[in-house]
């Protein structure tokens, strides 16, 4: 019955085992997104670095599992702290990034003047509401908006259900939108902790990184009150008796077996200080958001003029990028093919139907909270969390509080669906 | 080993938490007092989720690939 064995204990350890069809799709996947990325950069060099990167963040996604609703929900449902630990690790190292650069732009934050495309949004009612509404969403649909997106390359097929919903809750935001921003988003502030009575960076970087480690250590000690153990799972360590063994020693930690999260978030936090060199932080709903106004467009429904998204960064709209090659393109389109590839190279590909037919619902209705909500935000668990912690704006942490009361709510809600 | 007396618990097709709920439930309820169990997931996450509950609940875990995607997760009580 059993085949090859994930843990190393292999039958016949001097057997060259053949490399798998999903091996050579990976490696076809590999060669066409190359092939893109040079195309893209015979328009714009900037785009296709842009586009690489993003393949390597749906790779890093993928690898790791990174699942910034599991890491919000398993802290409530099982006192369990494994992803929130790896994100609160990449947003550590991603704040000493953030600030050198925007250190760099605004050598004075007492001036005035935020620094250009960092993740510092308005607080107010809209990060609460958007913040509570995602909570609930991600874990109702059984993963956040990036999360969704990898699994859709991954083959589930719930995911490309729930992406739909985000993308027609985008809508309902758009046709909504003025009314929030007359309501309540116009009047909210900007807080960025550099530019506070005379914190300045080193403050704000401490006050941050405290803040974090304060979290890590929440985190560990919810983990110890419910006496997890972590998990020691049986693995007979075979010798490299030949070549193929040894190659595939050195190729399995990266290709076959997932990545340790924290591994994941230093290398999410990395490529978030390596993406805000070159243009900007990570994001993904901003080309969502494009889909669906394109998509009310093509039904004929007037889109309206949204008040104010001039005067805001993050996840919005960008006018100025509305091309099918743009920035917001290279970024969320560009991590699909990544993440398939470590889908292929581990052989996990596979299409994946729900067996049953509420999870449809689950996915469809999660994911049109979802988007609604990362409307409202402006961002996701990635633009308005990942990216907004780091660039020391208070918001990232509100909206952060925000999911967990909705995670925490949306536990309530799976454990009655079952 | 007499696989076909191993009670099974088929996952397969749920998504995270269900595969890490339903072994819970599982081992707290139907199952209680067998002493190996199976289940199958074509869900990855599920590999480092289920282990640390089973093992909570005082099993040991061997994981074998089954296929593209599909694992076998054997709980067996120490």
Same mark, same amino acid.
């Given at each position: ?13 001097n ?5 798998s069809?999903q091996?050579y ?5 590999v ?5 893109a990325?040079?195309?893209i950069?015979r ?12 393949n390597v ?14 890491a ?7 006192g369990s ?13 991603a ?13 004075n ?6 620094p ?38 991954e083959?589930?097929v719930?995911s490309?259900v ?23 988003i116009?009047t909210e ?26 979290i ?29 063994d040894r190659?595939?020693?050195t ?10 999260v ?24 901003g ?5 669906s ?8 429904v ?12 993050g ?18 389109v ?12 581990a052989?996990?590909?596979k ?14 209705g ?32 509100v ?9 925490f ?10 | 080993?007499?696989?076909?007396q191993?009670?099974v *618990? /088929? =996952?397969?097709g749920?998504?995270? %938490? ?7 439930? &599982?081992l707290?309820?139907?199952h209680?007092?067998?002493?190996? *169990? /199976? =289940?199958?997931?074509?869900?990855p %996450? ?7 509950? &089973? ?9 074998d690939?089954?296929?593209?995607g599909?694992w ?7």
């Open positions: 019955m059993t085949t090859d064995s994930l843990s190393l204990d292999n039958e016949k350890p057997a060259l085992r053949p490399v069809g091996t799709a990976g490696l076809t996947v060669a066409l997104t190359l092939l990325a040079l195309f950069s328009s714009n060099g900037e785009v296709a670095a842009i586009w690489v990167l993003a963040f749906g790779l890093t996604l993928q690898r790791a599992r990174f699942c910034f609703a599991s919000f929900r398993d802290l409530f449902l099982f702290g494994h992803n929130m630990k790896g994100i609160l690790i990449g947003m550590g190292i704040t000493i990034g953030f600030a050198a650069i925007m250190n760099w732009i605004i050598p934050p007492g001036a005035g003047f935020l250009a495309e960092a993740h510092i949004l308005p607080v107010g009612l809209s990060v609460v509401v958007g913040g509570v509404l995602f909570g609930v969403g991600m874990v109702i649909a059984g993963g956040c908006v990036s999360g969704s997106l990898y699994r859709m390359a083959g589930y719930a490309w729930a992406i739909l919903g985000v993308i027609i809750g985008l809508g309902a935001l758009t046709l909504t939108w003025n009314w929030w921003w007359g309501f309540t116009s502030p900007k807080v960025w902790f550099p530019s506070i009575g005379g914190l300045g960076y080193t403050g704000a970087i401490a006050i941050t990184l405290l803040g974090l480690v304060a890590y250590l929440l985190v560990t000690f919810m983990e110890f009150k419910n006496g997890l153990f972590m998990p020691h799972i049986n693995k007979k360590i075979v010798p490299a008796m030949n070549f193929d190659v595939r020693s190729l399995d930690p990266i290709f076959k077996r997932g990545w340790p924290a591994i994941g978030g230093v290398v999410l936090g990395i490529l978030g200080i390596v993406m805000y060199t070159i243009h900007m932080p990570l994001g993904v709903t080309e969502l958001m494009r889909a106004q394109l998509g009310l467009g093509w039904m004929g007037d889109v309206p003029v949204l008040d104010g998204l001039s005067t805001l960064g996840c919005t709209g960008r006018s100025g990028e509305s091309g099918l090659l743009g920035h917001t393109f290279a970024i969320t560009g991590l699909l093919p990544g993440a398939l590839i470590g889908a292929l190279f052989g996990e590909f299409l994946r139907l729900p067996t049953q037919k509420r999870r449809y619902i689950q996915s469809i999660g994911g049109v909270m979802m988007g609604y909500a990362s409307g409202l935000a402006i961002g996701c668990t990635i633009g308005a969390f990942f990216s907004a912690v780091p660039s020391l704006s208070l918001s990232g942490w909206f952060g509080l925000a999911m967990a009361a909705g995670a709510t949306g536990t309530q809600v799976i454990k009655r669906i079952g | 080993m007499a696989d076909e191993i009670p *618990l /088929d =996952v397969r749920e998504i995270c %938490p269900y595969p890490m709920l339903k072994t819970n439930e &599982a707290e309820g139907d209680k007092d067998v002493v190996t *169990l /199976d =289940v199958l997931t074509d869900h %996450p599920a590999l480092s989720t289920v282990p640390p509950q &089973a093992m909570k609940r005082g099993y040991e875990v061997e994981i690939e089954l296929g593209a599909e076998r997760m054997r709980l067996t009580k120490i």
